[in-house]
């Protein structure tokens, strides 16, 4: 069993920076990888970004890329998402999930943990 709990979330002017913590606890947070997606209202969930048991491989999606950057610390068991140069368009409930086969997909169905979300808005 896994357990995440996302934090950080709030509302942010457009151009500004927050940065999502992802806590987990359960089983060794060091052997999954980890996600983040994000779903705004009426839209389905989407990829933001992915990072592997280890933090030596990272993905993107296109959207966020050279704005937002995912790390992890293993021993604090916490993963992280840091946003930079949000812009209206990143508003949404920001989730962290566990990925425990893979080295971190971009397809939501391959993850087996949620977290709760944490909601994310910017103003333009």
């Known amino acids: 069993q896994v357990q995440l709990v996302e934090s950080g979330g709030g509302l942010v002017q457009a151009g500004g920076s927050l940065r999502l913590s992802c806590a987990a606890s359960g089983r060794t947070f060091s052997a999954y990888a980890m996600g983040w997606f994000r779903q705004a209202p009426g839209k389905e969930r989407e990829f933001v970004a992915a990072i592997n048991r280890n933090g030596g491989s990272v993905t993107y999606a296109a959207s966020v890329k050279g704005r937002f950057t995912i790390s992890r610390d293993n021993a604090k068991n916490t993963g992280y998402l840091q946003m930079n140069s949000l812009k209206p368009e990143d508003t949404a409930v920001y989730y962290c999930?566990?990925?425990?086969?893979?080295?971190?997909?971009?397809?939501?169905?391959?993850?087996?943990?949620w977290g709760q979300g944490t909601q994310v808005t910017v103003s333009s």
């Open positions: 999930a566990a990925d425990l086969l893979r080295s971190g997909a971009q397809n939501a169905q391959h993850y087996n943990y």
